[in-house]
């Protein structure tokens, strides 16, 4: 997946099943972990939380199970 999308770009990929939201946390965790040591910018990263919600999205979605 390309990051940053825009608002939109998210929007239209969760909607037309381009990719789970538990796919869009995993990207921008992943960008997180590749950038933040170098930026500092984030103090705290909740990944148990993310991957909370994006599980019940993807439930709301129609998405059988993701990880």
């Keep these: ?3 940053p999308l825009t608002i939109k770009d998210t929007q239209d990929g969760l909607i ?15 960008r997180i972990t590749k950038y933040n ?12 939380e993310a991957y909370k919600k994006a599980k019940e999205i993807d439930k709301i979605l129609g998405y059988k199970d993701t990880k």
């Design 16 to 30: 037309n099943k381009k990719f789970s939201a538990v796919e869009l946390v995993d990207s921008y965790l992943a």
């Design 1 to 3: 997946m390309d990051l």
């Design 37 to 48: 040591k170098e930026l500092n910018i984030f103090l705290t990263v909740t990944e148990n």
